[in-house]
Nanobody, 114 residues
Framework: QVQLVESGGGLVQPGGSLRLSCAASGFTFRYYPMNWYRQAPGQEREWVAGVTRDGGVKKYADSVQGRFSISRDNRKNVVYLQMNTLKPEDTAVYYC???????WGRGTQVTVSS
């Protein structure tokens, strides 16, 4: 069964940094592009970042471009999201998901507040 376990969230001050991790299992990780999504209370889930199978191409939502960086380790079956210069509007539950597999983990809460 597909398992996606996000971790690394927490409370951080504006301008701070956080690194999220997603441990994946139940599918051949290296065959799938991976993505990060987020969902704030009362808002729709939005796509944040994506990375190709080999990590060669990375794309970001305009709202996080230049601040966030996605990466992956295909030996460890882990995808990361490095978040810098965090803003209050980044507050959300963050999820990882491969292309074409419609499973969601529990997510990890990121709260950016003074």
């Amino acid at each position: 069964q597909v398992q996606l376990v996000e971790s690394g969230g927490g409370l951080v001050q504006p301008g701070g940094s956080l690194r999220l991790s997603c441990a994946a299992s139940g599918f051949t990780f290296r065959y799938y592009p991976m993505n990060w999504y987020r969902q704030a209370p009362g808002q729709e889930r939005e796509w944040v970042a994506g990375v190709t199978r080999d990590g060669g191409v990375k794309k970001y939502a305009d709202s996080v471009q230049g601040r966030f960086s996605i990466s992956r380790d295909n030996r460890k079956n882990v995808v990361y999201l490095q978040m810098n210069t965090l803003k209050p509007e980044d507050t959300a539950v963050y999820y990882c998901k491969p292309d074409g597999i419609e499973n969601w983990g529990r997510g990890t809460q990121v709260t950016v507040s003074s």
